[in-house]
């Protein structure tokens, strides 16, 4: 199917909207309210454009691709409603950009930039930050949030953990935890969700908190190392240490969702008392150790605990940290190298 | 009572609906009224564990009503309604009086806890207003002096009885047919007047026959937008599995519009004969009546009514359900209706898909005003021709109009589509004063000034090309002792407590508007709060969710450029003082 653009010929697939065809094509809509993992929700209306032959206009993120559509992004028309929003938003939150986490990688500061707006045109009553700090990993500013219900879709629709909704309505309207009880007496279990997909920093990871801008640090994939699922993550790292971590947006297993020990364990990394090597314990106290010395002494041990007592004298009992392969392995090796059935597992507690 | 007993009357409500979330706002009412008319915290946990929904999500939909009280009121909870039409007749003053008499603030309990005093939006009752509501009863045309006795009344523990002398007219006799008998609510009395013949008429025509007629019929709606009945009708898909829903709007939330409930109150049965008449035609076997929250008791009215017709095997093929908003105007919004009927807050959604194709629970729904079903019975009865000779071209049939504000006779009258402005006011009793402006449509519509209602009929058609529109036909009329930007900032006020807050433009551009409205009525506007005014009118609409922000911007923007030099007027007061002032800058 071919469609136009902002004068820029395209194919596109049908059923796409026009929003995620111009993203496809690196062309820029400002959204607000969209995400790939929670759809449209027509709430911000930041995204809108014209389209010939159709009178009005319409929200790119819910309008469907259609055979030889020709769309207009940046008529006056919609460059004056897109800015009629934004300048609403920042006249009636608290988005003094300079200490906010979210300073750099802000959607709505991208699209402020955007439309070049230096301060918002509306001077109302000033508003107060409105924070909820009652949570260990999450930190939450109402007066930044947008209402677009982002973090609630996520919350309900991909974790569903059911702790977000709406409450109170109008330009009362808040983001509440269970019966408006603060997030760290709700029952969040802080996976983070609505941190990921929070567009502004309403919503931020507590702990990354002062540690560093977004332009510090640089990005590292890797796979979480707490279990099999084999989660993929963005290590956030500034100076030599993680000071947050993400999950990788569009690839599986987990496409960006993550739990509370992906997403916020990772103190270990940095911490002086983490096991960098083997240690073996002589006379009651361990010491370090090569790995080559330390696996020499378990085959060593191993083969003299069968040798004198039978292999049903040893156990193995592997981790769920470790991928299902490898558990595999673990048992193979009980039964086929060491000839015992003795096999356990954590997670069958 | 104890948690079993609530939780088995709670699953007796369950059983009403299709799915269990939708017993929500029943739900919370049951609750609020074992609890000294309050919802507790303990309240909403039970609600919400016993319909299996998150507790954030019931907490979330008990806030977004305005009828559940998270805070602990007084044994008589006042509630008066100081909407347009109401504050025109002296609604403020009754506050005021029950302020002084009572020696609390709006919002306050007295210390004995015998009286909480409130103010809410538009109660559907601009005809009979002042409104003061107590508890769940209406007292109208209330006065200084029926305030008195009514809490003198109060005081001694009785609910005084209510003064229920509406004005009304007809020149049509067709849906006010029964509106002078005796015992008008009844079936007897509705079957000897010929009712329930258009039903049985129908069931020996196929549904396609009946859905024919009235399309050639050209009812067009009465709830607001005037669209097609029978080409909606004709939008619902022959080959499909799913249920078909019908939904009779009795939301009645626009201010200045108070005609359904005329219908509803005084002849229940000829909206349930056109429901039945209209679930025949397009082949629904439930139909639910949504019924704005505070008409508790023409609730109970309907209900009954559907057990006289169920009993006397009237439909037994078709399950009609009351069910009750909450307090919410955007409510009334046909998509925010179903997202509330399934049990949540009232956020509009996202078109298309339209309703016909997925309505309530995913499925084809169509939803009608009363006022437009309760039109078929004689369309059905006396045929398409008769309907079209009732009317203008292509704006046919009968039109209940609602008069409010400054005439003599405030009230509904019934007249043909396209009766002149001035004669529905004369029929009203007249203008009390000198014409200023008037509404025609509901609050939603640009106001016209006095010099351009001189020819103005009212339908569809002529008021679009007046530059105006009919809407609802609440018609809100102001003598010259209305100042407009008082007005202006009523309506502003209105919209931000009603918008509901889901999209930004109408939430935050509310709240502006409020602003702006307000800093000029209270003398400290300037030029640019008035340019900010007009830029905010112009850019909200047409780029809202759903059509409650076009609602919101085009009375006030008319009123800002129909009246500008009273708003300039109060702007000017300003002028002199330096820039530094200026809160706001639209260049770009
Ligand atoms: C903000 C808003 C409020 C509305 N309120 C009502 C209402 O109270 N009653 C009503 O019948 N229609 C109301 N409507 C119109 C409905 O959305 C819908 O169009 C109507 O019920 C369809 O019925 P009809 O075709 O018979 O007119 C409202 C629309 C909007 C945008
Ligand atoms: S949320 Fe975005 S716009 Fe608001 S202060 Fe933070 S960076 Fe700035
Ligand atoms: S951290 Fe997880 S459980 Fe808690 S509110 Fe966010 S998404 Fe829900
Ligand atoms: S907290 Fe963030 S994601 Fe949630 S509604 Fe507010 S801005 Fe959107
Ligand atoms: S226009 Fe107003 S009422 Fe309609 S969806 Fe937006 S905020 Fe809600
Ligand atoms: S991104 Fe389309 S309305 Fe928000």
Redesign the pocket.
Known sequence: MNITIKDRELEVKEGQTVLQAARENGIYIPSLCYHDRTGPAGKCRVCVVEVEGMAGLHTSCSLEVSEGMKVITDSEKVLEAQKLVVNLLLSTGKHDCLSCEQNGICELQDVAYYLGIETPAFHMADVKPEIDDSSEFVY?DHS?????????AGCNGTVVNEVLDFGYRGHEAK?ICDNDVPMGHSSCVQCGE?VQ????G??IDKLRRGKGRPWETHKVQTTCGYCGVGCQIDLHIKDNEVIDITGKEGVGPNFGSLCVKGRYGYHFLNDPARLKTPLIRTNGSFREASWDEALDLVAKNLNRIKQESGPDAIGVFSSARITNEENYLMQKFARATIGTNNVDHCARL | MKLEEKRSMIEKIVKRYPEKESAILPALYFVQSQDNNMLSEQDVKDVAQMLGVSESKTFGVATYYTMFNEKPVGKYHLQVDTNIPATLVGAEEIVAYLEKKLDIKVGETTPEGLFTLSTVEGLGSGGTSPTVQVNATYYERMTIEKVDKLIASLKSGEMPPKDVNYNYGTECGILFKNRDKVDSTSIKTYKSNGGYAALKKARDMKPEAVLAEVKDAGLRGRGGAGFPTGLKWSFLSKEDARPIYLICNADEGEPGTFKDREVMEHDPHLLIEGIAISAYAIGSEKAFIYIRGEFAWIANILETAIEEAVADHQIADLDIVVHRGAGSYICGEETALIESLEGKRGYPRLKPPFPANVGLYGCPTIVNNVETLACVPFIIENGATEFKKIGTENNYGPRLFSVSGHVNKPGVYEYPMGTPLKNILSAAGGVNGNLKAVIVGGLSNPVMRASEIEDLRLDFDSCINAGTMLGSAGIIVMNDAVSIPKIALRTAKFYANESCGECVPCREGTYSMVYYLDKLVSGNGTKEDLNALSYLCKNIRGLTLCPGGDAAVMPIEAMLNKFQKEFEALANHKLSQNKEGASYEYHD
Do not use: E, M
């Not at chain 1, 930044?144 to 609630?152: F, N, P, Q, V, W």
């Not at chain 1, 997909?197 to 502004?200: A, R, V």
């Open positions: 939450l930044k949030c947008i209402l677009c219900g982002r973090c609630i983001v609505c997909l929070c567009p502004t309403a919503i």
